[in-house]
């Protein structure tokens, strides 16, 4: 067997390695000549950066150091990162006797120190980041990424304390997600103080606004989901709060849908939404967000209203489609497959949505580079090789149960209880490309059933092994946990597993996750998660200047076969299918006995009807969740693309809600009437230059920004080649917003269309750009300060003013513009470019990936 071999961590991989994972030494004053450090290039408080050097100098406290590059940083050593471990290899020795120290005899824990050291070896298993981090470095860091607390008691003092137990997990590292579904509807009343309840919604902006000052006041940035049940009466409220702006801004957002409203759905049904009667003498006692078990107890609930099932789908996919929000949870079906049905439900996921898990769960979590997994000589997979590290990883994660700290008594009991672990993967795109199968293709569902049902089958083995040998979860009972949809599936393919599990028992409740990777996937120079390559082709802009570069196994290919371009199994997120990415995900789902992170990318032209199908399809396949990006579709725009192909027009509902088609044919009828297109210059008073009449048919394009006064649909009109006509769509029709927006259309029109004076585009936008209000919306490149700064902006987008600037975003080492090496099935890709700024360092170079937020170049991410 021949695997790729593992190269030295340089650029971003180390200074990923030395900043986030590496043990670090708190004393800087020790620092010396000859150390491998991190110092601080760039003293921002908002935006540091760090870069990695040798010192070559030190004169008491200030020290010189010789950065990768080679230039030189004056320096202080407070003003250094020093750490223990300069290699990967210092790390592996330290976790693998971490890990092997909970065995119960020396001879033991000298078997497994070898074996995790094995598996570690080359990066076949990747530790989560907090056990990187943490384990054998600290007895105080926790090892666990996030966490899902119990949804808060519907009482002040419950909230408080639901807030604080939040921060308290936010600020030791740790994501956090609470169902809100406990807290009464907006309006009840509250017969303690004689009022009336603000709703759940409402207590949703509490904890995200208190997720928004951890992010600014700590060292790592806290991440919340909120969820809420698809029976409560603030349902509508929470699927669209987002749309008001600085409501809820730091969370993400879920909706728990059940089996009965997907059937409503489908069958064009009413939907109660209802709530306990909170008049119960016994409901502050007893209520705790589980409807079921409340109406099992015989208790009465209060019907509030009754909508139509389908409105309240296309309301939960409008939204998604507008801002990639709500996601959406099949939670009932998640507890009808969860081996913990009988014992625990799964109330809520943790912020990235791959771990459904219950009231104090946690997450515990790992992944196996399957990029180290390509058997060369056999074209094939070294399946001897994986199940043997799928064998050692589940061990060395149940250990984890064990080595880890517990600040919290509760999630110490619970996991003890059924010690929960998440096996997931990295590399797999680099993997299936290897192995010249195209992600998305039918072939490649075969391999993908293959290959997780293997790993599936591997893991459960091994947990029943230590189950033999440790005894098994607490709260196991074969006879139910058999029962589980996954353990039925299991079972019928794998009917060995079935058996092991009644003879041996079972050491953990749940064993695999698919988690997003982002920074450890970029620090061992892999694709991440289960997710196909971004981009193959990227530029990076240094001191050096600006240079076109390739990911790695696709600049293998290119010095293999110069001058020809990818063969069709090189594929990127934004060149498959939206439906591709789903059809990948339920074939993965099927092995997974928890959930996935990841997300659907879609191109901006994707319709409402299209998002529709992508949800009920995912339903169809046995995910668990679903989660759409639609190029475009944020506020805040994260991604942008431009295609040399575009489908038909989709429908007006598509592509400007606000408008339909036969509004903007009226609007366009009366801006020709406004500027009295037939009038001849001398008939006009005190224009005496040539007047540009306006032709039977012009062509242009419709821009959409979000302005302080909604969002604006900006028509930029040509004439003789250059723009000649604006009109506006921001408003209702018949408001002062939508009648100075008008105003404003037809004066920039008449500008445009009268007289020669210069470079007259250029001009109106210079007299535009940054006029502002009493508000804006967005920051970096995408911030608007008012409407006549949106048109400002669409000038300058359709009119190229700024075309030569598009390649100088930001100074950071790399630049967030990526674009395909070449076309992939007849189309090509033009280059994406990220106009989301990075909380981190600040650069442009933000992407949506796995439904978390990834830093290209620092290696940020909003999940791990």
């Known amino acids: 067997m021949k695997t790729v071999q593992s190269k030295r961590l340089e650029g971003l991989s180390e200074k990923i390695f030395l900043d986030r994972y590496a043990w670090k030494n708190a004393d800087t004053s020790a620092t010396k000549v000859g150390d491998v450090v991190l110092v601080l290039t760039k003293d921002d408080p908002k935006f540091p950066a760090k870069d990695v050097g040798e010192v070559v100098k030190r004169e008491g406290r200030n020290v010189t150091v010789k950065l990768r590059n080679g ?17 990967p290899e210092q790390m592996w020795d330290r976790l693998a006797g971490a890990m092997a120290s909970v065995e119960t005899s020396p001879e033991k824990q000298k078997e497994w120190t070898d074996k995790f050291r094995w598996v570690l070896d080359d990066w076949k298993l990747v530790p989560g980041g907090r056990i990187a981090a943490g384990a054998g470095a600290s007895e105080e860091l926790t090892l666990f990424n996030c966490y899902v607390i119990p949804s808060p008691h519907d009482s002040r003092g419950g909230i408080m304390e639901t807030l604080s137990e939040m921060t308290e997990i936010m600020a030791r590292g740790g994501g956090v997600g609470i169902n809100l579904s406990s807290l009464r509807p907006r309006r009840s009343i509250v017969q303690g103080v004689n009022g009336s309840s603000s709703g759940s919604v409402s207590w949703g902006g509490l904890f995200s606004y208190t997720t928004g000052l951890i992010e600014q006041g700590g060292s790592r940035r806290g991440a919340l989901m909120l969820m809420i049940n698809d ?46 009667d909170t008049k119960d003498p016994e409901y502050n006692e007893i209520w705790d967000g589980d409807l079921d078990k409340w109406k099992k107890t015989g208790k009465n609930v209060i019907h509030y209203k009754t909508v139509r099932a389908r409105e309240v789908w296309h309301t939960i996919i409008e939204s998604a489609w507008k801002s990639a929000e709500p996601g959406v949870v099949f939670m009932e079906y998640y507890n009808q497959m969860s081996n913990s049905w009988y014992f625990n439900p799964i109330i809520c996921t943790n912020p990235c949505g791959e771990q459904g898990l219950p009231a104090w769960g ?120 058999l029962q589980s949809g996954f353990m039925k599936n299991m079972v019928e393919v794998y009917p060995e597993v079935g058996e092991a599990v009644s003879k041996r028992g079972m050491r953990n409740v749940t064993v695999i996750t698919q988690a997003p990777t982002g920074s450890t996937g970029t620090m061992v120079g892999t694709s991440t998660g289960i997710e196909p390559y971004f981009a193959f082709e990227y530029f990076r802009q240094s001191r050096l200047g600006f240079d076109k570069q390739l990911v790695p196994i696709a600049q293998e290919w290119q010095d293999a076969h110069p001058g020809e371009e990818l063969p069709e199994w090189f594929v990127t997120s934004m060149s498959l299918s939206a439906m591709d990415h789903i ?41 668990k969740g679903v989660t759409i990006y639609r190029d475009g579709s944020r506020d805040v725009q994260v991604l942008s693309t431009a295609k040399e192909e575009k489908k038909e027009e989709p429908a007006a509902e598509a592509v400007a809600p606000a408008a339909t088609a036969a509004a903007e044919t009226t609007a366009v009828s009366e801006l020709n009437t406004a500027l009295n297109a037939k009038v001849t210059p001398a008939q006009v008073q005190g224009f005496d230059r040539q007047y540009k009449s306006r032709p039977k048919v012009l062509r242009g394009a419709t821009y959409k920004y979000n302005t302080p006064f909604g969002m604006a649909y900006i028509t930029v009109n040509d004439i003789d080649g250059t723009p000649g006509e604006i009109f506006l769509n921001v408003g209702k029709a018949g408001s002062d917003v939508f009648a100075m927006a008008e105003a404003l259309g037809r004066v920039c029109s008449l500008f445009l269309r009268y007289g020669d004076h210069g470079n007259k585009v250029e001009l109106l936008v210079k007299h535009l750009k940054g006029i502002g209000g009493s508000g804006a919306v967005g920051f970096g490149p995408n911030r608007v300060e008012s409407i006549a700064d949106a048109v400002a902006q669409a000038l300058e987008t359709h009119a190229g003013v700024t075309a030569a600037e598009h390649y100088a975003v930001t100074e950071s080492p790399i ?30 170079s933000l992407l949506n990936v796995e439904g978390c937020k990834t830093c290209g170049n620092c290696g940020y991410s909003k999940c791990s």
């Open 231 to 276: 029976w409560h009466p603030d349902l509508m409220d929470f699927i669209t709060v987002k749309q008001t702006a600085g409501m809820v801004t730091n969370a993400n957002l879920s909706v728990c849908v059940s089996n009965g409203f997907m059937k409503a759905v489908k069958e064009d049904l009413e939907w109660d939404l209802v709530f306990p």
């Open 362 to 481: 946690v997450c515990n979590l790992s992944a196996i580079n399957l990029s180290k997994f390509y058997d060369e000589e056999k074209h094939d997979v070294a399946w001897d090789e994986l199940g043997k590290t799928v064998r050692y990883s589940t061990r060395f994660l149940d250990n984890v149960i064990d080595k880890t700290p517990y600040h919290f008594p509760e999630n110490e009991a619970n996991q003890k209880n059924e010690r929960r672990v998440g096996l997931g993967t990295m590399g797999l795109a680099e993997l299936m490309i290897r192995l010249e199968i195209r992600y998305g293709s039918e072939d490649s569902l075969e391999f993908l059933d293959k290959l997780y049902g293997f790993m599936a089958r591997e893991a459960y083995l091994a947990s029943t092994e230590i189950a033999a040998e440790k005894g098994s979860f607490q709260a196991f009972d074969a006879e139910k946990f």
């Open 815 to 844: 630049a967030a513009t990526v674009e395909t090496a070449g076309p992939v099935h007849g189309h090509t890709h033009k280059p994406y470019q990220s106009k989301d700024l990075c909380p981190s360092c600040g650069s442009a």
């Open 583 to 623: 059809r990948v995900q339920g074939a993965i789902q099927r092995w997974v006995d928890s959930s996935i992170s990841k997300t659907a990318n879609a191109p901006a032209d994707f319709t409402v009807e299209e998002t529709k199908e992508l949800y009920e399809k995912a339903f169809e396949l046995g995910c």
């Open 71 to 87: 230039d030189l940083v004056e320096s202080t050593v407070e003003k250094l990162t020093l750490t223990i471990e300069k290699t």
